[in-house]
C-alpha cells in the first residue's frame, strides 16, 4: 500500500503513572492523519476510578474532579476501537500507550490491540539522529510547529501527527520510502543502515576540513558555480565548519537547503577573533551572500554629538563623524536611543539647549524657566558652565553612575507611590542606557581621542596575548605575543608603537560609514569581553616608545617567567 493510501490513527495517553499493570488512563485522545492530513479527531476523559496524582495534575492540568464524572475506559474503549477502525496504529514512544491500552483492553475483557504499529520516536532516531532531544517538545520546536493544547491527550497526538507528516516527506525525498511496508521496516534498521551522506558533503568532510588551520578567520560556502553563498566568522575556523557539516539533518530547513548547495569551502586566517570579525562584516557587505540575514548594508548609526566649539557648549546627536572640533561618543543603536540619552543629559545635566543667536540676545528661554538650564544667557559664568560639561563627558564615557542611581532612586519612588506607568518609564531608560554606558566606559574617551592597546588572552593551551591597538577609535593592527615574551615579540610591539603612535599624526577628516560600523564593531567586541580586557591608554604627546614600554609592562606573563632581552 502507498503512503498517501493509508490511514495513520496518531494516538496519545495521559496516565496517572508510568507502569500499565499499576496505573491508569486519564485521557485519550487521537488524530487520523492521511495524505499528509489531519482528517478526523478523537478526545475523552477517562475515570480511573482512583484520584489524581498532584505531579500528573501539575504536567497535565487534569485533576481528580475533572475525571469524577467521565466514563470509565470500559465504556470509552468500543468508541476508540471503532475510531481506530483498521488503521495504523502510531504513536511517539509507541511501547508507552500501547502498553496502557492493551492493559485496558485486558481488564475490560477486548483483544489487545492488533493493529500495525509505527513509533515516531523510532523515526526520530534514525531520521534526525543529530538532533540534541527526540523528545516531542524538542521536535515541535525543531519543525517550527505551533500546537495547542501540548501535554493533554489530543493536543500531543495533533503535535506527533505533524511530525509524522514531516517525517514522511523527508522518507520519500531521502531514502525514497513511498510504501507502509518500507515505512515499517525503516523504524526497525539498525542505525548505520539509514544514513547515507551526500556525496559532495563527505568530500567536504574528508578532503578539505582537515585541511583548515586551527586559528580564528573568515570562511566561505561556495556554489557548484563558485558564488559564495555564506560567509561566516570563527574563534577556531575547524571547530566553527565542523559544526556546520556534523548533524546536517538537525539543523533548521534554511541551513538544510543551504547545504545542499555547498560545493566548496574557502577560509582567510586572522590573527585575532576581532580581526576575523571586522573582515567578515566588509566581505558580507561587498559580495552580499544569499544566505547571510545581517550585516548585508552599512547603516547610519546616530552618534552623540558634543558640541565644543563654543563656549557653552550643547549635546545633541548625529549620524557623520566631521573634523568639526566637537565631541563624538557611540554610536548607539538608533535615533531613540540617541534621544533619550540627549534628553537624560538634558534634564540632570541642564546644558543649554537654545540657539547662538538666543544666547547672544541675553534672552531667557523656556528651559531654564523648567530647570532644564543653568542659563549662561544670564549668569555668563563660563568656568561654572565647564564644570558642568566635564561632568556631561564622566557621564558619556561611562565613568560617572550617579544619573543611573539617581534614576533606580526614582523608579523606587514611583513604585511606592504605586505609579508604575511612571516606574516603568525609568526601567526602560534604565534598561537601554546601562548596556551604552558599559560600552563607553571600556573607551572612556570622545571616539578620535581612543587611542589604546587592548590586552587580551586568548583561550588556546599556549596562553598567549593578543595585543590590539586602537587610534582614532578604529582597530588598526594586532600583534599576538607568546608567554613568556621573547625578543621579537618585544620588536613587533615598539615597531606597531612607532608606525601608529606618531605624536604628529592628525585624526582623519571624517569617517565613513564603514569606519563608523567597524567602530561600533570594536566597542561590542571590547564590552563582551570587558571582563578579561587590560586596557593602556596612550596620551595625546607621549613618545611611541614610552608607550611600548608601558605595553609590555602590563602584559601579563607566567609566575616565574624570565623577562626576555631586549632586541
Request: charged share 30%; hydrophobic share 35%.
Amino acid at each position: 500500500m502507498h503512503v498517501s493510501d493509508a490511514t495513520f490513527v496518531v494516538t496519545d495517553t495521559e496516565t496517572t503513572g508510568t507502569k500499565p499493570e499499576k496505573h491508569r488512563v486519564i485521557e485519550l485522545g487521537a488524530v487520523k492523519v492521511r495524505d499528509g492530513d489531519i482528517v478526523d479527531r478523537f478526545q475523552q476523559l477517562v475515570n480511573p476510578q482512583r484520584s489524581v496524582p498532584g505531579r500528573i495534575t501539575k504536567l497535565t492540568g487534569i485533576t481528580t474532579g475533572m475525571v469524577f464524572e467521565a466514563p470509565p475506559m470500559a465504556e470509552v474503549l468500543p468508541d476508540y476501537l471503532d475510531f481506530l477502525g483498521d488503521g495504523l496504529f502510531a504513536a511517539h514512544n509507541l511501547t508507552f500507550d500501547q502498553g496502557f491500552l492493551n492493559a485496558e483492553c485486558r481488564r475490560a475483557g477486548h483483544d489487545e490491540l492488533s493493529n500495525e504499529t509505527l513509533c515516531t520516536l523510532r523515526l526520530a532516531r534514525r531520521l534526525l539522529p543529530g538532533l540534541d532531544s527526540k523528545g516531542l517538545s524538542r521536535l515541535t520546536q525543531f519543525y517550527d510547529l505551533d500546537v495547542d493544547g501540548r501535554h493533554r491527550a489530543l493536543g500531543d497526538a495533533e503535535a506527533t501527527g505533524h511530525v509524522l507528516t514531516r517525517f514522511l516527506s523527508q522518507l520519500a525525498f531521502e531514502h525514497e520510502i513511498d510504501t507502509v511496508d518500507g515505512l515499517l521496516s525503516f523504524q526497525h534498521q539498525q542505525y548505520q543502515q539509514v544514513r547515507t551522506t551526500p556525496s559532495h558533503l563527505r568530500e567536504i568532510r574528508q578532503e578539505t576540513l582537515p585541511e583548515v588551520p586551527e586559528a580564528p578567520g573568515v570562511y566561505e560556502l561556495h556554489n557548484s558555480s563558485g558564488t559564495p553563498i555564506y560567509i561566516g566568522k570563527a574563534k577556531c575556523l575547524p571547530d566553527r565548519l565542523r559544526s556546520h557539516f556534523t548533524a546536517v539533518e538537525s539543523k533548521s530547513a534554511r541551513m538544510r537547503k543551504m547545504l545542499q548547495k555547498v560545493r566548496a569551502v574557502d577560509w582567510t586566517a586572522t590573527d585575532t577573533e576581532l580581526q576575523a570579525i571586522l573582515l567578515e562584516s566588509r566581505r558580507i557587505k561587498a559580495d552580499k551572500p544569499r544566505y547571510n540575514r545581517a550585516q548585508r548594508r552599512y547603516y547610519n548609526r546616530p552618534f552623540l554629538h558634543l558640541d565644543t566649539s563654543h563656549e557653552y557648549p550643547t549635546i545633541s546627536w548625529s549620524r557623520t563623524l566631521e573634523a568639526d572640533g566637537a565631541e563624538y561618543y557611540g554610536p548607539v543603536r538608533n535615533t531613540e536611543q540617541a534621544e533619550m540619552v540627549v534628553d537624560v543629559v538634558g534634564r540632570f545635566f541642564e546644558l543649554r539647549e537654545c540657539d547662538d543667536q538666543r544666547l547672544r540676545l541675553g534672552q531667557r528661554c523656556l528651559y531654564a524657566d523648567m530647570d532644564r538650564c543653568t542659563a549662561p544667557c544670564e549668569t555668563d559664568d563660563q568656568d561654572a558652565y565647564a564644570e558642568v560639561v566635564d561632568r556631561v563627558r564622566a557621564f558619556l564615557t561611562g565613568q560617572d553612575p550617579s544619573v543611573v542611581e539617581r534614576l533606580r532612586d526614582r523608579m523606587r519612588q514611583a513604585s511606592e507611590q504605586r505609579d508604575f506607568e511612571r516606574a516603568a518609564e525609568f526601567r526602560d531608560i534604565i534598561e537601554q542606557l546601562d548596556p551604552i554606558l558599559e560600552k563607553q566606559r571600556v573607551a572612556a574617551a570622545p571616539i578620535r581621542r581612543y587611542h589604546a592597546a587592548l590586552l587580551h588572552p586568548t583561550a588556546d593551551s599556549d596562553g598567549r596575548v593578543e595585543v590590539l591597538f586602537i587610534r582614532f577609535g578604529r582597530f588598526e593592527d594586532a600583534v599576538v605575543c607568546s608567554r613568556p615574551l621573547t625578543a621579537s615579540d618585544r620588536q613587533q610591539l615598539r615597531a606597531r608603537c612607532r608606525a601608529l603612535f606618531d605624536p604628529e599624526m592628525s585624526a582623519p577628516e571624517s569617517l565613513s560609514k564603514r569606519d563608523a560600523t567597524e567602530i561600533r564593531l570594536v566597542l561590542h567586541w571590547a564590552y563582551a569581553h570587558r571582563d578579561e580586557l587590560s586596557v593602556v591608554r596612550w596620551s595625546a604627546g607621549e613618545a611611541p616608545d614610552a608607550f611600548g614600554d608601558r605595553i609590555l609592562k602590563a602584559l601579563p606573563q607566567p609566575a616565574g617567567a624570565p623577562d626576555a632581552p631586549d632586541a
